[in-house]
Each structure stands twice: as C-alpha cells, then as structure tokens.
C-alpha cells in the first residue's frame, strides 16, 4: 500500500531540486526554437526552403555521432556537472548563431544548428535521466507530462515569437532590424541558461563503471540492436522515433505550406506550428491521466490514427479554398497534437523506468539514436518531396502514413503485448 503522506513529501523534494534544471531545460528549449524558426522562416522567405531539411539533418547528426557519449557522461559524472558543460556550449554556438543570422552568413547559421544539436546530445541524457532518479516510480509519468508541458509552452514561446521579432521594425536600421532583434535574443537567453544552470543540485548518484565508448555511433547502434531482448522497450524506442519523424516532417511543411503556397505572414505560419504544439501539451496532461509507466501500450494506435487524421485533415483543408482556412488549419493542426501528447508521453516515461539505475543513461542515449537517425532521415524526405509536390499534397501523403503505421503498431503492441505476458508466466513457474 502507497503511503501517499510519504509519497507526496518525496514528490515535493524531488521537485525542489529539480527546478533549476528544468528552468535552465527551459530556456534552452526555447531557444533552440527561437533560433530554428527564425532562421527556418529567413530561408523560406529567401526561396531556400529545402535548407529546411539540411538544417534538421545537421540538427540530428551529432545524435548519431556523440549519443554514446553523451549517455556515457550521464551514468559516469555527476549531472549537474554534463549540464554546465552543455550549457556553455550553448553560448558559443549562439555566438555563430547570432554572427550568422546578422550577415545572413548561411555556412555560421548551419554550423550554430549542428553545435545546438551537439548541446542537446550531451544535455538530454542528464536531464532525463535524472528524472527517474529524483522521482518515485509512481510519478514518473506526470512528472514527464508536466516537463513535457513546460518545454512544450518553450517551444511554442521559441516558435511563436521568432516570427513574430522578425516582423518588428521599431529602428531604422541598415539590416532589418528583426534580425538585429532576434541576434539579441538568442545571446541573452543563452547567458541566463547558463546562469540558472550553477544553480542546479548535486545528483547523488554518479560513477558507472561501464567502459568509454570509443567507436561512439557504432556503441549506439549496438546498444539500440540489443533492444530487442526487451521487446517492449524496444517498441517503445520505435514509437519515440516515429513520432519525432512525423512531427519534424509535419513542422517543416507547415513553413512551406503557410509562406510559399498559403502567402501567409511569417506570424501566421508561427502560429500554425504553435497551434499544433499547444496541442500537444493538451496531449502530455491527457496521457498523465490515462496512462502509467506501466501501463501505457493500448494509446498508441489510437493515437496514431488520430495523428495521422488530423494531419490529412490539415492537408484538406490547404487544398480547397474554403473560409476560415487559417483558422480550420489551427484546429487540425491542434489536434494532431493532442494526439500526439497522449503517444509521446507514456513512451518517454517507459524509456525511462524500464532500464536498471546504471544504465539509463546508455539506454536513454541509444534512445536518441534512433530518434535522431528517424529525424535525419525526415529532413532528407522532406528536401525530396518539397522539391517535387505542393506542400498541402506532401501533408496528405503524410496523414496517410501516419493511418497506415497506426494499424502497424495496432499489430505489434498486441504481439509484444502477448510476449510479454508469456515470459512473466515463465517466470512465476520457475
């Protein structure tokens, strides 16, 4: 029996010291999406939309490269102390960043993406890492979904407002001064994330024994292969993957769509993308209440289906001249996410639970591999399709994936399900 007085006075020691780090998650968060999206809306503006694809490529490159690394930091050092380092690397790759986006110098913008991917390789690892570590099993889902809200109201803030600073013109100055703005920004966002990270506790535990990983990407794709002695971890790892690519593909048409083929403001495409993370904050809370670690495979299909409807929807909608078009838009878009809080959040809470206390950090890493890898893969998809059809019809082909892999993992969650329940019964008999 839960002594809940006990529980609920853990809860809320685990949430005092984690408070700096989620801030400084925050602000990084958002900065990283400030940055993305200012720089994203520039090169469709500029009729370089496939850099779009590019970027997310050397967005998620570092995952592949450095994620055993980073995993490796996480189970060896001290937490706090991967942080730091992370965050100072933020601020010299917003530096290039800024330097970039100020001379409309495309070779610094794209080197600041790779070392931001780079930052988050080695800071996502601590930070999720830590969560099972500070948190009771119990609360590991709705401490996921309430940081998962957090960073989300991050990415809606980055995503939002880089349109938004881009359009302002309050100085005649030489070069647009949303630019100049947007160069201010991302420095002072980076140097208080910095800040707020010295104020990050000390994790009490440190000090795997495992090995270095000196052939890095190979270790990663060793440990993500080992997965399958876990089918159910392994399922999860594959239902994290698929969504970041869909969600990455859906993001990137949604700039496209709303510039090149709607003649939208750079505000209005902001919000279309905001529209779909707000909900998937509506998504994360849902899944906090229907779902657990442990108990968390039966949304996926659903979620799926719905993921992949909404976005057909979306892609309806831009198709035909209809009236409210934006607003429509804003409501399809919406509930894709929603749907996709309620598939993402009990996978990242299961990610992090399943493995033992010294390995959640390879695990979480190996994780990240095949995120990124699926992310990858999305930016080259995306620079061929957007090369070759209208980026409402690219929308529609993408609901339809989104259908057809529902019914997917409709067939695997019932086999690994059925897997499961077999070796749990091997187990008691023995």
Not at 259 to 274: P, R
Not at 320 to 342: E, H, K, N, P, R
Request: net charge positive; glycine share 8%.
């Amino acid at each position: 029996m839960i002594d809940n007085k006990g529980d609920m006075e853990e809860v809320r020691e685990a949430r005092g010291k984690f408070l700096a780090m989620a801030a400084t998650y925050f602000l990084g968060v958002f900065n990283d999406n400030f940055f993305k999206q200012a720089a994203l809306l520039l090169a469709v503006v500029a009729g370089l939309s496939g850099l779009q694809g590019t970027a997310t490529a050397l967005f998620s490159l570092p995952f592949i490269l450095f994620s055993a690394y980073g995993g490796w930091l996480a189970d060896k050092y001290c937490k706090r102390q991967v942080i730091i380092g992370a965050k100072i690397l933020e601020v010299l790759a917003m530096l290039l960043g800024a330097y970039g986006i100020y001379t409309m110098n495309w070779t610094w913008i794209l080197a600041m993406v790779f070392l931001m991917g780079m930052q988050s390789t080695f800071f996502g690892p601590a930070l999720n890492g830590s969560i099972p570590e500070l948190y009771p099993p119990w609360y590991v889902t709705k401490a996921n979904a309430l940081l998962k809200l957090v960073t989300t109201v991050a990415i809606l803030l980055g995503m939002a407002t880089a349109g938004i600073a881009l359009d302002q013109h309050w100085l005649d100055t030489e070069i647009s001064f949303g630019r100049i703005l947007v160069c201010i920004v991302v420095l002072s966002v980076s140097l208080l994330g910095l800040v707020t990270a010295f104020r990050i506790k000390k994790m009490d535990r440190c000090g795997s024994h495992l090995p270095f990983p000196w052939s890095g990407p190979w270790v990663s794709m060793k440990d993500s292969i080992n997965l399958r002695h876990d089918p159910l971890l392994l399922l999860a790892v594959l239902g994290d993957s698929f969504f970041y690519f869909f969600s990455l593909l859906a993001v990137m048409m949604i700039n496209t769509l709303g510039i090149s083929e709607l003649h939208m403001s750079k505000s209005q495409t902001s919000l279309l993308a905001v529209s779909l993370m707000v909900g998937v904050c509506i998504g994360a809370l849902i899944a906090a209440r229907i779902t657990s670690s442990k108990r968390w495979s039966f949304v996926l299909a659903p979620a799926c289906f719905g993921m992949g409807l909404c976005v057909l929807g979306a892609g309806v909608v831009a198709s035909i001249a209809v009236s409210f078009q934006w607003l429509l838009l804003m409501l399809t878009l919406m509930g894709a996410g929603v749907c996709g809080g309620v598939f993402l959040i009990p996978l990242t809470s299961f990610i992090q639970v399943r493995p033992k206390n010294n390995e959640k950090g390879k695990v979480i890493a190996a994780a990240n591999f095949c995120a990124f890898s699926a992310m990858l893969i999305a930016g080259k998809v995306f620079t061929f399709l957007d090369a070759i059809f209208l980026p409402s019809h690219n929308m529609l082909s993408l609901g339809g994936t989104g259908i057809l892999c529902a019914f997917l993992f409709y067939m695997g969650t019932k086999t690994v399900n059925r897997y499961e329940k077999l070796t749990i019964m091997e187990n008691n008999n023995v």
